[in-house]
């Protein structure tokens, strides 16, 4: 039975390429999966990859239940790699799969996502998934928004956000680029290594810093619940859950205020008083 279904979609004058995937709960059975996955690759249009993939990336992506096999993740993983997919922004909820158990045997896990290749994400920078509540399956609903970036002519500029080197990891993400190897010499070796630079960030800001305002506006939730909580009476756990959420709050509140900085700065250069 085949996992996947893939066609060519119009919206307006622009196509892409959707890939609809309902996965084996087997993981030998999956890998027909991932062996047709890499055979659809394309490097050149924009193509998004959606569905039920009956695994998970690594055990961050669920709460309770066993963990799952290091060797199913890898699978996963090495083909979202082989294919160029990244995960598109997700809003809200991040767990898309209850098992429906009571008591301490429930679990959630992300099993369905939406992933995306860097031609999409050029093309569609803003756009981002939700997971709707869930009715009578076990699974949550997706909803897709396709928003399109406008530009006149040429390419998306490169655009540095000077929130990012307030991240550990983007010095990291930098410089595994630059150190891939090349075949080409002198400055044209530079000028490609300058190239893959300039991309890279752009799907790593994606998947670490995602929508600013909603990272804050779901902290600030998250700190009136708990903060709801330990009015009602003090608990160690909830009392270090509040800390730590407050000084993730802080963390994310400068990098807006950071971000914010920046484009004043810009349209105070481009505009003037």
């Not at 009136?224 to 802080?250: A, I, M, N, W």
Request: with cysteine.
């Amino acid at each position: 039975m085949n996992q996947s279904i893939s066609g060519w979609f119009r919206m307006g004058v622009d196509k892409i390429l959707v890939s609809f995937i309902y996965a084996k709960c087997i993981s030998m059975e999956r890998r027909g999966l991932w062996q047709n996955l890499a055979s659809v690759v394309d490097n050149e249009s924009p193509w998004i990859v959606v569905g039920d993939f009956n695994i998970i990336r690594d055990d961050s992506e669920r709460v309770g239940g066993n963990p799952r096999p290091i060797s199913s993740m890898d699978d996963f993983n090495n083909c979202l790699d082989y294919c160029g997919l990244l995960d598109l922004q997700v809003v809200g909820c991040r767990l898309s799969w209850c098992n429906g158990h009571e008591g301490q045997t429930r679990s959630w896990a992300r099993l369905d996502r939406a992933l995306v290749n860097i031609q999409f994400t050029n093309q569609y920078p803003s756009a981002f998934f939700e997971y709707l509540k869930k009715k009578t399956s076990d699974h949550c609903p997706m909803l897709i928004s396709f928003k399109k970036h406008v530009v006149s002519y040429g390419p998306h500029p490169f655009r540095f956000q000077n929130m990012w080197t307030t991240h550990a990891d983007f010095k990291t993400c930098v410089e595994d680029v630059w150190k891939e190897p090349s075949p080409a010499l002198d400055l044209l070796r530079l000028a490609k290594k300058q190239e893959k630079t300039k991309i890279a960030p752009r799907p790593w800001n994606q998947q670490v810093f995602g929508h600013v305002g909603q990272n804050i506006k779901e902290l600030e939730e998250k700190l009136e619940v708990l903060e709801s909580r330990l009015q009602g009476g003090h608990d160690q756990d909830v009392e270090t859950d509040f800390l730590v959420t407050k000084l993730e709050l802080d963390i994310w509140e400068q990098r807006e205020e950071t971000r914010l900085a920046q484009l004043a700065k810009k349209k105070w250069l481009t505009e003037g008083d």
